[in-house]
């Protein structure tokens, strides 16, 4: 991400940031509400374009091939991105299929398991607690095994079962050399052996020592 800036009418979000996240690596963002630390991780999962800057993923050119850079993202945001009525088995093989994968309903058994909802495969999106949709969106961004891992506020709603599962998945991720990129305004997240740490004050990131 180079010289990255978002600007919403008059006011600047994102003002010509800066970031390189390393492969096999765990960077950390913290900020309080509003920092635009959420702004960032949308421009980088495609799901809204910066106002200037470039972009690359994977050495994809995220503004020029989105498509190509999404099969390289997984992303957990505020909104879960599910389909309420349909059931969580659903979803997730609907999202595998999207990204054709080979299998796709041995891929959703898989990553069902890895965050305890094979219990609950067959209930609807719409009735499940804040904890449980965002458990399910952890499953759906991992489902394709992405190189990059995008999460927002990920600790936001998970009770600590579902926040020990969540950071066995961080390290998963970077002991098999991709990367994750996370955002958060908790302190004790931004502490938790990143590899790299900044902190994001009025859309302006500064390195800082995580340890």
Known sequence: MNAVTKRFGAATVLDKVDLAVAAGSFTVIRGANGSGKSTLLRIAATLTSPSEGQISINGVDALRHSADARREIGAVMHSPMLYSDLTIRENLALFATLCQLEKPQDRVEAVASRLRLEARLDERVRGLSHGYRKRVAIARSIIHTPNLLL????????????????????????????????????????????????????????????S
Do not use: K, N
């Open 151 to 210: 999460l927002d506020e990920p600790e936001t709603g998970l009770d600590e079962s579902s926040l020990e599962v969540m950071l066995q998945i961080v390290e998963e991720w970077r002991s098999r050399g991709r990367s994750v990129l996370m955002a958060t305004h908790s302190s004790d997240f931004a502490t938790r052996a990143p590899d790299a740490a900044y902190t994001m004050t009025a859309g302006r990131l500064e390195h800082f020592e995580s």
